[in-house]
C-alpha cells in the first residue's frame, strides 16, 4: 500500500488548491479514503472523509463548505477540493488509509495560506 500527496503549496488568503493522493497496492473504492492535517505545534487532525461504500463524505467543522474529498476510481485517486482557504488552514496534509486494522499514510504535502 501507498499513498502519494501531491498539490499543495502557497496560496494568499481567499484562494483554492486542490490537492491529490495517487494510491497504488490496493483500490480506493473498497476503502474510506481520508485527509487530515497537522499544523505547526498541534496534533494532527481529521479534516474530511469517503466511504468505500456508497461514498457517503463527512467533514470536520472547520472546513464545511469550503473543502470537498472526492474520488475518481479509474485514477485510484482521491482529492481534497480547498476554497476559501484562510490562514489558519495551513499545514501539512495526509491522505489515510486503514486496510485490515493497518493505518497506511503519504508523506504529506504543504499548504501554506499567507498574504
Known amino acids: 500500500v501507498q499513498l502519494v500527496e501531491s498539490g499543495g503549496g502557497l496560496v494568499q488568503p481567499g484562494g483554492s488548491l486542490r490537492l491529490s493522493c495517487a494510491a497504488s497496492?490496493?483500490?480506493?473504492?473498497?476503502?474510506?479514503m481520508s485527509w487530515h492535517r497537522q499544523a505547526p505545534g498541534k496534533e494532527r487532525e481529521l479534516v474530511a472523509f469517503?466511504?468505500?461504500?456508497?461514498?457517503?463524505?463527512n467533514y470536520a467543522d472547520s472546513v464545511k463548505g469550503r473543502f470537498t474529498i472526492s474520488r475518481d476510481n479509474a485514477k485510484n485517486t482521491v482529492y481534497l477540493q480547498m476554497n476559501s482557504l484562510k490562514p489558519e488552514d495551513t499545514a501539512v496534509y495526509y491522505c489515510?488509509?486503514?486496510?485490515?486494522?493497518?493505518?497506511?499514510w503519504g508523506q504529506g504535502t504543504m499548504v501554506t495560506v499567507s498574504s
Open positions: 469517503i466511504t468505500s461504500a456508497g461514498g457517503s463524505t
Open positions: 497496492g490496493f483500490t480506493i473504492s473498497t476503502s474510506t
Open positions: 489515510m488509509t486503514n486496510r485490515w486494522g493497518v493505518a497506511y
